[in-house]
Every structure is written in C-alpha cells, then in structure tokens.
C-alpha cells in the first residue's frame, strides 16, 4: 500500500524518455490520447491545463515543484522557531510536505537538514517529532492496508455511524458556509491546494462534529486538492480528529480560532457578533455537541 516510488531530478534521464517542465524524465513512454508533456513555460501549462479542463474553479497551485525548489524550501526551515511557533497560521512552518509526498525529499534528508541547523538537538525536538509521526503513519498504512478508511476505533462521541451524513454538503463543497473562517480555508485548499495543519484540524472538526459528516468523506474531499495528499497521514489524522484514532474527539472554540489565526477571520464574520457556532468554552461545547458521551 506505499506509493510507487518518484524520480528526482538529479536522476539522470534515460535515454529516449521524454523530459517534464521540471526536467523529471517519466517512465513510461508517449501514446495517442495522453496530456501533453513538454511547454515552452509555467504560463503555457497553466494555459493548457485551463482549456482541458474548464471545469477546474482555480489555476496551478504557487507551491513550485522540482527538486530545486525543495531544495530551497529546505534551506529555509528554521527548527528552533518551528517549535515554537508551529500552531500559528503564520508560524515558522516547513512546507516541506508536498515535496516529501511525492518523494522528493526523504525523510531521512530533512532529518538531517535540521539537525546540521540545530546547535542543541532539544531545539530541534518538535520538528523530529513531526518527522517521526509520519513514518509511524505510513508504517501503519502499511500493516492496515485500505483497513485506514475504516474506523479503528468506536467513536467517542456518543452518536453512532448512522448518525452522520455520508455525503459532503453542496455549501462546504462550495466554500459558502457563511463562516468566514471555513470559507476561507476551503478557498485556499482549492486555490493553493495546501493548508497550515491547524486549519486542517479546524476545518475537519467543523465538519464531523458540528456538521456531522463521516470523516471519511472529508478524508476523500482533502485527498482530491490536497498536494501533498498522502492517505495515511490524511486518513489517520482525520481519524483522531473524529475520536476513531483518540481517546476524545478533537474540537477546538473562537479563542483558539482567533488566537492563532490572529483574529483574521473573525473581524470580518458576518457571524462575528452573534451567531458563531464557536463561541463558547469547551465545556459548553462537549456538552452541545456530545450530550450523550457527557452525561
């Protein structure tokens, strides 16, 4: 169940394969009815991709690909601030993971990279963590197999599997949810095809348990525009998010929406001064959302 490996570019291209725009040689050679592979520039193929698919609501994503890219990417981490600013939607993160999804960073290179930036292994800590909690998802998708679309746990919640909806509703799929801070995730999601992972955690509480959606649902929806859309760390952690994965669900109120967004969403929610579904404490929150796993 892992995924096919990715050449790199500093793979030397074998002879006869024709080269992509970031000059990755693919492995398999042309036949009639396959997309183009060869554009003069970025702008031809955001062109190309705009007329074979008119249907698409966004153009290519800012997150550059190629291995120079990621090689940059990783000369910018800076670990000791990334552990301490991580949860902040503008904190010191890597943005390292679409380039370790498709192979071309291995985990083993940021590894490393952070540690040669490091004077004391302690400031580098978290950053080693996050490395650690992907490998150990992938070796669990390894041992699960397609088991990870299926709950590993009963949910916490108190409400039972027939008790959400099977099926994304047409104003989450829309980005028209009224919430200026849903709606201004799934616009990024769709536009950047990226998120910071607080918003991920966010917009998938949102959706499983003030919405009570499957999370697999919301598991598929990401894996559709999500870069760096890796099934096991998508599927497990929306699994924890719903309480299939954790010993509780995974909530979270305004305060810490606003704290670690800066309030950017809420100064300009129509819902801001009455309305906000996130506006309580979490106790009050456990109790409306979860009456029976309360009592």
């Known amino acids: 169940m892992q995924p096919p490996p990715v050449a790199t570019a500093n793979q030397a291209m074998p002879s006869g394969k024709m080269a992509s725009l970031t000059g990755v040689p693919l492995a398999w050679k042309p036949a009639p009815g396959d997309l183009p592979r060869q554009f003069a520039s970025r702008e031809a193929l955001d062109d190309a991709l705009a007329s074979l698919f008119p249907e698409a609501d966004a153009g290519l994503s800012p997150v550059r690909g190629g291995r120079a890219a990621a090689e940059a990417q990783l000369a910018r981490i800076q670990p000791a601030r990334y552990g301490k600013s991580r949860n902040f939607l503008d904190g010191a993160i890597t943005r390292l993971s679409p380039y370790i ?10 590894r490393d ?9 302690a400031s580098s800590e978290k950053l080693i963590n996050e490395l650690g909690w992907r490998d150990y998802w992938q070796r669990l998708w390894r041992q699960l197999g397609d088991g990870i679309w299926a709950d590993c746990e009963p949910l916490k919640t108190g409400h039972g599997p027939e008790r959400y909806a099977a099926a994304l509703p047409a104003d989450l799929g829309a ?3 009224g919430l200026a801070c849903m709606d201004g995730f799934i616009a990024e999601l769709y536009a950047t095809g990226w998120l910071h992972n607080h918003a991920r955690l ?5 959706l499983v348990h003030w919405r009570r959606i499957r999370w697999q649902v ?5 894996l559709r525009h999500l870069l760096d859309g890796d099934p096991a760390s998508n599927n497990l952690s929306w699994q924890w998010v ?12 305004r305060a810490n929406l606003e704290r670690y967004s800066g309030g950017r969403y809420c100064a300009s929610c129509a819902l801001a ?8 404490s979490y106790e009050e929150l456990q109790a409306r959302l979860f009456p029976a796993a309360s009592v």
């Open 101 to 110: 999804r498709h192979g071309v960073l291995t985990l083993a290179e940021v």
């Open 242 to 253: 719903a309480s299939s994965f954790s010993h509780k669900p995974y909530i979270f109120n």
């Open 113 to 121: 990279a952070v540690f040669v930036r490091t004077r004391e292994r």
């Open 175 to 177: 980005g028209r949810t």
């Open 202 to 206: 966010w917009l998938a509480a949102y």
């Open 273 to 280: 001064a009455a309305g906000c579904p996130f506006e309580a």
């Open 218 to 222: 919301g598991a598929a929806w990401f």
